[in-house]
């Protein structure tokens, strides 16, 4: 039994620890940012991080493995004497990795074992104890928004996901078609009205302007001359877009970029999958030039609910499967490695004889960065995802 003077002493220790980390990110000289990227449908790491080492893995994938670095354009591109990337990352997120602004961490997830998509996808953005009942207006990104000072956040999605579901308000505004609105000026006036008064008012208005601002922008890239504009499709546009916004106003954002689940010709160095992997790295990349000096303060981290099968299919593609592998990219990144703990791909240690294990929880490897990029402790930390020791990869 906790005497009184201990439990004082023990909760003033938490108000301290509260304010520490809210003086630490209003007192850095660079303002942290954060961004979140969220691949949904479970993309196929095997073929993303390439265990060139593995015999079995060109055993188990006759038709879709990437060939061992070699001088073909084709093969993976080396990383080390185990890990190769795919080929498509060559001119986007492979120099970033030579430079130490890039790393992975293979074996990465989450401990839920349902292989479903809406499930997992929950259970990563609610970051919450599997033995316990949901909550769902409680998301790990919004716990740690309401721990750090002055953290403007934004999920640059349709709608509010459930990682920023909770006590912060968080607006919420998609970039993907702002050139042909949904929602014309007057309806705008209408919504807008119709919030006046109640504590979504900020919440809808700040959406409708972030909205219009992105709206201004676009038709003025679309008028200027072509060498000045922006010529990338889908995600690359987007995630420059984002870092306009996150440069100049938001310190935390989501987005969440669709299409991983490939049951069927998913190709292996060309195809479909390839080609996925091309426009987000080609994002990503666009993204951290775009951040310009600020980039130096930015982490971003790139998930996935699960990863596939790590044998291919009969329709030459994979199914869902269970560990995946993260991505972590950052100015100041300690980059140039594959991180996390590692175990030997070969038969006897895929989980349940066919996936890859989780030995690196992604509520430990988030909070890890979440601890050294705004200084949280381990009272705080607890507050994002409970009943979690945090985990150093000495990657920031």
């Not at 505004?173 to 006046?196: E, F, H």
């Amino acid at each position: 039994m906790m005497h009184r003077r201990g439990f004082i002493q023990a909760a003033g220790g938490a108000a301290a620890a509260v304010s520490a980390g809210r003086l630490f990110a209003a007192g850095s000289t660079g303002s942290p940012k954060f961004l979140l990227v969220f691949l949904r449908g479970g993309y196929d790491c095997a073929n993303l991080l390439v265990p060139i080492s593995s015999d079995f893995y060109y055993q188990a994938r006759p038709g879709i493995a990437i060939a061992k670095p070699s001088t073909e354009l084709t093969s993976a591109l080396p990383l080390s004497a185990d890990w190769g990337l795919h080929p498509a990352l060559r001119d986007s997120v492979y120099p970033m990795f030579q430079n130490g602004q890039a790393a992975f961490i293979p074996f990465a997830g989450t401990p839920d074992t349902s292989r479903s998509h809406f499930e997992t996808q929950d259970s990563i953005e609610l970051g919450q104890p599997l033995d316990q009942s949901k909550n769902y207006r409680s998301g790990f990104m919004n716990r740690l928004a309401s721990l750090v000072q002055g953290n403007k956040c934004m999920a640059f999605t349709d709608q509010l996901p459930l990682v920023f579901q909770g006590t912060v308000s968080v607006p919420n505004t998609s970039l993907r078609s702002v050139s042909k609105p949904g929602v014309d000026a007057r309806q705008s006036g209408v919504i807008a009205g119709m919030y006046q008064g109640t504590p979504l008012a900020g919440t809808v208005s700040e959406a409708f302007r972030v909205r219009d601002e992105v709206v201004r922008e676009m038709n003025a890239e679309m008028e200027a001359a072509s060498r000045n504009a922006i010529t990338a499709k889908g995600f690359e546009l987007e995630a420059r877009r984002i870092a306009r916004l996150m440069k100049e106003r938001y310190s935390m954002g989501f987005v969440d970029v669709g299409g991983w689940d490939t049951h069927v010709n998913q190709g292996g160095a060309t195809g479909y999958l390839a080609n996925r992997f091309d426009e987000l790295g080609r994002g990503l990349a666009a993204f951290a030039d775009e951040m310009g000096g600020q980039w130096r303060d930015t982490t971003v981290v790139v998930v996935s609910e699960f990863g596939r099968t790590f044998k291919q299919n009969g329709n030459s593609g994979t199914d869902h499967g269970h560990g995946s592998v993260y991505w972590v990219l950052g100015g100041s990144l300690r980059g140039g490695q594959v991180a996390g703990e590692q175990v030997q791909v070969l038969p006897t240690t895929l989980f349940q004889n066919r996936d890859f294990q989780v030995l690196n929880d992604f509520r430990a490897v988030l909070g890890g960065l979440f601890a050294r990029q705004y200084g949280l402790n381990a009272w705080q930390g607890d507050q994002v995802f409970a009943g979690v020791q945090a985990r150093d990869l000495g990657l920031l």
